[in-house]
């Protein structure tokens, strides 16, 4: 697929990312490394699952406790990256984020395994835990707790949507001579410009 200034970044995506899908050896297609910032200008970086995206924007789940999510309520844009090894492609995605609407993270936290929610639930994600026997013992409790009925979505945690300021595509040719296509959001329209490699 030729990528030019009529393409939509989000076909784009939808292709890079079947194709992603498409290869055994990919173990995460949807695994991004986040950027976020801290009040003091540090700059922290995660991969987390891209739950669902779309031409409005690229959605991951978390905990709105943990340090990423202390540092999107002080400074709410961040960058992502996907690399896809086999393909030698990669997607770079930077712009403003929001949460998403507490009825879509409680649907999409319905969907998930009980296994995951349980470990979710007792998660003070990026606080300080004693030992791997205190995570278990919390889990097991919280097992014990819920026994026998839904396990509720803690407020604290809910989706996050990056809502796209520029996207690259970025694809390995030989030689280092590689082909660099960005779009970046004008009004409601996206310009186009290869970039050198
Ligand atoms: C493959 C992979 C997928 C992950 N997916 C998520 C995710 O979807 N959400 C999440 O909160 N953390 C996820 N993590 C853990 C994060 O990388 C990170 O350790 C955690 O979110 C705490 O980050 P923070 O302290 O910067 O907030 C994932 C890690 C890996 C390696």
Not at 64 to 87: I, M, N, Q, T
Not at 173 to 192: I, N
Request: aromatic share 12%; glycine share 6%.
């Amino acid at each position: 697929m030729e990528i030019t200034a009529h393409s939509k970044p989000i076909d784009v995506f939808n292709r890079w990312m079947d194709e992603a899908r498409a290869q055994s050896d990919i173990r995460e297609p949807v695994a991004m490394a986040l950027a976020t910032q801290s009040p003091d200008g540090g700059l922290h970086n995660r991969v987390v699952l891209c739950k669902s995206w779309s031409d409005q924007g690229f959605t991951f789940f978390t905990n709105y406790l943990s340090a990423k999510g202390r540092e999107l309520a002080h400074h709410p844009f961040a960058g992502a990256v996907f690399y896809w090894d086999p393909l030698l492609r990669q997607v770079r995605i930077s712009g403003r984020v929001e949460k998403v609407p507490e009825k879509d993270s409680q649907e999409y936290w319905r969907l998930r395994p009980r296994d995951s929610q349980l470990s979710q639930y007792i998660s003070r994600q990026s606080e300080e835990v004693s030992s791997r026997e205190e995570l278990e013992r919390l889990k097991a409790e919280a097992e014990r707790e819920f026994e026998g009925r839904e396990v509720p979505c803690p407020k604290h945690w809910g989706g996050y949507i990056l809502l796209p300021q520029s996207i690259e595509f970025w694809v390995g040719q030989p030689g280092r001579l590689h082909d660099r296509f960005v779009f970046e959001k004008s009004e409601k329209a996206w310009t186009f410009r290869r970039l050198y490699p």
